[in-house]
């Protein structure tokens, strides 16, 4: 374990010698493109932090990189991207439309159920043939599983943040809500809103450290990959996820 550890701090540690030249010359400074989306992504009044947030960050750290951050709604995010006005995504799914625009470079963040959330009982959600006929909220531009992103006989409504579509919910604009599990339950409390779990749930799958194809970042996507497995190693990539699953179940 030891000689394996050290042989990742060399791959960790020689492309930012590599890319630094002198202790003089500025690190590697990156933008990440973020939609605020408690716990995952937590980016307002100056504060950054949240599950994934976290990870990246420890990530750099070991890469010797200073990291900004703008935030947006998703769908912008990735407009962002296209622009090349941001370097690197936190969490996005693999779909083969996105593989155009971002390299998905490490699957980075744990694979969370996709729920659906209802007020009324009417609404609950027992097998995927209830979804028909309903108002369902979805955030703008994401992708929940390949069945649901390509049915075109479901009625969508979408919004730019997952509090919008929850209150969408509570006023009746909506019937039912999709969300990753995480940040459908913390928004929920959060706003302190009476909202039911159907039955019916949907696995989820690994979310991603995505690099934006036109971005120089890509260049360092084997050292994210090192950096990634090194905090695994210590330990930390494990305690970060149960740190925010604790708070979940609370």
Same mark, same amino acid.
């Given at each position: ?35 605020? =989306?408690?716990?995952?992504? *937590?980016?307002?009044? !100056?504060? &950054? ?11 750099? /750290? ?16 990735? &407009? ?12 996005? +799914? ?18 969370? &159920?996709?729920?659906?959330?209802? +007020? ?14 309903? =108002? ?16 075109? !006989? ?6 730019? &943040? ?26 929920? /409390? ?18 991603? *450290? ?13 050292? *994210? ?16 996820? +149960? ?8």
């Amino acid at each position: 374990m030891r000689v394996l550890t050290a042989a990742l701090l060399m791959v960790l540690v020689f492309p930012a010698w590599a890319q630094q030249g002198t202790e003089t010359v500025e690190p590697l400074t990156i933008t990440v493109g973020a939609n605020h =989306a408690p716990p995952y992504r *937590i980016l307002q009044g !100056g504060e &950054r932090t949240g599950l994934y947030v976290e990870i990246f960050e420890e990530i750099a /750290e070991r890469l010797g990189w200073e990291v900004h951050y703008r935030e947006a709604p998703f769908r912008r995010v990735l &407009r962002m991207v296209q622009q090349g006005e941001v370097d690197v995504m936190l969490g996005p +799914l693999e779909t083969e439309e996105r593989s155009e625009l971002i390299e998905f470079v490490a699957p980075a963040f744990p694979p969370e &159920r996709r729920l659906f959330f209802y +007020l009324n009982k009417e609404h609950r959600i027992e097998r995927y043939a209830d979804l028909y006929g309903r =108002a369902i909220g979805v955030l703008e531009g994401a992708s929940y599983f390949p069945r649901f992103d390509d049915d075109e !006989g479901l009625l969508k409504e979408p919004a730019p &943040r997952y509090e919008n579509l929850m209150l969408m919910l509570q006023k009746g604009r909506v019937d039912v809500v999709i969300a990753p599990e995480l940040v459908g339950l913390y928004t929920v /409390e959060k706003l302190g809103l009476g909202v039911e779990v159907s039955p019916f749930f949907v696995p989820g799958e690994r979310s991603y *450290i995505a690099v934006a194809k036109n971005s120089p970042v890509i260049q360092y996507a084997d050292d *994210i990959r090192a950096a990634l497995k090194l905090i695994e190693m210590e330990g930390i990539h494990e305690n970060l996820v +149960l740190k925010y699953m604790e708070r979940a179940a609370e």
